[in-house]
Each structure stands twice: as C-alpha cells, then as structure tokens.
C-alpha cells in the first residue's frame, strides 16, 4: 500500500511539476514578445521608406523635360546644362555616347557647341552629372535642308523669297574710287565684292562689250572667289571703263570703272598670255606659231630652237643649246610675229622658244611641237596627192 500510494504521489508531483515548467515557459514568452514588437516594426518600416524614396527620385530624373532643336545644314548649334551650382561638373552624351571635343565641337562647363553641322549631327543629346551620372537635361536635334515644313506649298514660296536675297556690295567703301590713272607697265586691280543668295555670279566688260583675257595683249586675271579683276602691265590701249555684273536670279548689280593708263614708261617687252601655244600635227604636214609682241622700245623678236651638241642640251655653263631659226627688230610697238614650218619631219620635233628684248629686259615663251604619224589612207601630204593623182587616183584626200 505503501509503495503504491508513494508511486502514485510521485506521479501526481510528476505531473505537477512539469505544469508549472510549461506555465513558466509560457508567461516567458508572452513577456519577451510583448517587449520586442515596438523594436522589430521600427526598423522594418524605415527601410520601407527607403527604398521607395530611390525610384521616385530615379524616376523624376530620367524624365527630364525634352527640349526640340530644328536647324539648318551648316548652322551652330548651342546647347546649355541647367545644374544648380557653378562648380558641378557636367558630360555630354550623343545617342548614348560620350561627346569629345573635336575641330567643330566645343565643350564648356555646362555648354555644348557644335559649328557647320551636318545631318550627322541630329540624334539625342543628354547632359549628366560627372560623377553621380544624373540626368540634368534632354535635347533632340534634327538638322534639316530647309527649315520650311514644306506641307504647305505657298508657305514654301513664302519662306523661299525670304532666304533668297538679291546681290548687295559687301565694300561699297572700296568702290568709291572710279577713276584709276596709272603708269604703264603697272598692275590693275578693279573689285566689286558682294554677296547674295543664291550666291551670285560676276562677269566684266570694257566699254560695254564683254571682256575676255583673248581681248587683251599679256590675258587678264579673273579671281571669282575675290570678285577682283587683274591686269598686269597695262598699257594705252587698256584705257577704258571696265564694269563689272554681279546677279543671280533676285536680281542685278553693276558698277563702273574708269581706267586711264599714263604716259609710257620704258619697260621690256610683254607677250600676249596664251601665245604660241603647243601644237601636236600630223607628220609631212605644215604648222604656224604666233607670237604677239608689245613693246615701248623697237623690241628684237627671235625664234629659237632647242638643240644637242654632242650628245647634250645644256653647255658647260648651263645654258641651253639653242639655234637662231628667225631674227629681226619690229618698227611697231605691236608686233605678230609669226613662225611657219613646212613638210615637218621628225627632226622638227622640240622645244622653242618665242623671246622679246629691248633694252629693258626681255621676254620669252617656250612651247613644244609634237608630231604623230598619219593614219593609213586617212593623212596625205600634198606632194603624196600629187603623186597618187598621177598614178590614176583621181579623189586627193587631205
């Protein structure tokens, strides 16, 4: 009984004891999470706040405002970065790629230039801070012919005449002086520079009539891109009035000068710009070279012909081998001479020289004959005729 009744009181404080562990366990954990919730939600909700502050800002950066820039082929263009603060340093991106200076692109502190662009150059610039990469500001540009829409065609008229211009002198101070008398021998320069658009032409006449280098002993200068007339040497029959035409399609200019060419002044001959002029002529054929000759003084004109001596061109002191075919002094101030070659031959094949002297100085011109072979039955000299004619063959070729 008695063993009984303490197995069964030694159940019963079993029992007991192992009620008030899992009470104690219990109250245990209610106090430990009851402690711990007000410090476990602090921290998970700022986080929270965190991470949905960053998109917003991301967000609001890569949406800058997008500002259009249309611009014509040639045009500057001009970009400026708004940043807050003088010091930020800023980069330029086009369609995503880092922009770099170049002979066209300038990159300042917070400006982009672009001079003389080109259809290359349209696309999408961006401008960021250097180093946090922060969108600052958009531009879209888009570099056109014409900056007309062009979905109106009156509209085009209308902005076509607007373009357009008429010539205009950009110098007129230069022009002032219409009058020009200079001794002989000097150069002339007359300019009428101007501008318009389309860009204009220019041509020149002498006395109403139009002037070309051929007109005039020693040619004529024409430099179009300085809208300038130039005569070297002048001499009494360059007097005249000498107007220049400027126009395109809005319209017309001109203006008048006056060119009095003073008394002479000894100086040495001057030959006509073009002449003699190389020749290439058939073999057994004849040929003519002029030369045309002005000169205060009576100037000696020569033909001369370049010869070897010895297997050379050139003597011991440089000077070339020449021989004398045609010599004499001109009575006229003007002089064209002329130098006839007949029945040539391959030894008639060289270098000549037309020369003028007084007793200034003197002038030359060296030109060439070259001689190539007839073609069969094509090319016949006229001693050949004669002798075909002889024989029977009644149709002479030349």
């Not at 929270?48 to 263009?77: A, I, K």
């Not at 500001?137 to 888009?142: A, E, Q, Y």
């Not at 020749?279 to 004849?286: A, E």
Request: proline share 5%; net charge neutral; aromatic share 8%.
């Amino acid at each position: 009984m008695s063993e009984a009744g303490w197995g069964c009181s030694s159940q019963l404080l079993s029992t007991t004891s192992r009620g008030m562990i899992a009470l104690w366990f219990t109250l245990c954990f209610y106090l430990v999470t009851v402690n711990s919730i007000p410090a476990a939600r602090l921290p998970i909700a700022q986080p929270e706040e965190r991470t949905t502050n960053r998109p917003s800002d991301s967000l609001s950066s890569e949406t800058v405002f997008l500002e259009e820039f249309v611009l014509g082929n040639g045009d500057t263009l001009d970009l400026s970065c708004s940043t807050q603060g003088s010091s930020v340093s800023v980069v330029w991106f086009k369609d995503g790629v880092l922009v770099v200076p170049s002979n066209r692109t300038r990159v300042g502190a917070r400006q982009l230039r672009i001079i003389n662009v080109s259809y290359d150059d349209s696309g999408v610039y961006t401008c960021r801070l250097a180093h946090r990469n922060t969108l600052l500001s958009n531009f879209t540009v888009k570099v056109t012919d014409s900056l007309s829409s062009g979905d109106d065609e009156d509209d085009d008229e209308e902005s076509e005449d607007s373009y357009n211009e008429a010539p205009y002198w950009t110098r007129p101070e230069r022009m002032e002086k219409r009058l020009l008398a200079v001794p002989a021998a000097n150069t002339v320069r007359f300019r009428c520079q101007a501008a318009g658009n389309p860009i204009p032409t220019i041509h020149w006449l002498k006395n109403g009539k139009e002037f070309k280098g051929e007109h005039r002993i020693g040619g004529i200068k024409l430099r179009h891109q300085q809208w300038s007339l130039v005569m070297e040497s002048v001499v009494p029959s360059d007097r005249g009035n000498y107007t220049c035409i400027v126009e395109n399609k809005q319209g017309s200019i001109s203006h008048t000068y006056q060119l009095d060419v003073l008394e002479r002044s000894p100086h040495r001959p001057i030959l006509q710009a073009g002449l003699p002029a190389n020749q290439s002529v058939v073999l057994g054929s004849n040929v003519e070279f002029h030369c045309k000759v002005y000169s205060d003084a009576q100037p000696h004109i020569q033909w001369l012909k370049h010869i070897e001596v010895n297997g050379s061109k050139y003597g011991s002191d440089g000077v070339p081998y020449v021989t004398v075919l045609k010599s004499w002094i001109s009575k006229k101030a003007e002089a064209d001479a002329k130098l006839a070659l007949y029945n040539v031959t391959e030894q008639d094949v060289g270098e000549y020289h037309c020369r003028a002297s007084n007793f200034v100085g003197y002038a030359e011109k060296l030109f060439w004959l070259h001689i190539r072979k007839p073609t069969p039955g094509k090319h016949r000299t006229l001693s050949q005729a004669l002798m075909h004619a002889q024989a029977g063959e009644y149709a002479i070729h030349f």
